[in-house]
Nanobody, 122 residues
Framework: QVQLRESGGGLVQPGGSLRLSCLGFGIIFRINIWTWYRQVPGKQRELVASITNGGSTNYADSVKGRFTISRDNNNSVYLQMNSLKPEDTAMYYC?????????????????WGQGTQVTVSS
């Protein structure tokens, strides 16, 4: 079983910055793709940014040029958020496609973190 734990959310003024982190715990052979999502109450969860094992990135149009996703070799992903706007206020979730190795068998499972709240307000 794998767990994802986010941190770094909080209250920030418009124009400010935050850095979200998500760490994977458990027996992880490889993470194929990390994705950050966000959700506002009453709305669908939306993709914010993703990064593959090879380092390819994808961003929602609303965050291009302001947010940067990165990953390291220690089962962690980060989201640097600059020039934050009130409309960025949401619960942010990390998601990962995790390859697990059990003996000689590999399996891929999708996991979600519990979320971290980001509030942009003056």
């Amino acid at each position: 079983q794998v767990q994802l734990r986010e941190s770094g959310g909080g209250l920030v003024q418009p124009g400010g910055s935050l850095r979200l982190s998500c760490l994977g715990f458990g027996i992880i052979f490889r993470i194929n793709i990390w994705t950050w999502y966000r959700q506002v109450p009453g709305k669908q969860r939306e993709l914010v940014a993703s990064i593959t094992n090879g380092g390819s990135t994808n961003y929602a149009d609303s965050v291009k040029g302001r947010f940067t996703i990165s990953r390291d070799n220690n089962n962690s992903v980060y989201l640097q958020m600059n020039s934050l706007k009130p409309e960025d206020t949401a619960m942010y979730y990390c998601n990962a496609d995790v390859v697990e190795k059990h003996g000689d068998t590999f399996s891929t499972t999708n996991y979600w973190g519990q979320g971290t709240q980001v509030t942009v307000s003056s």
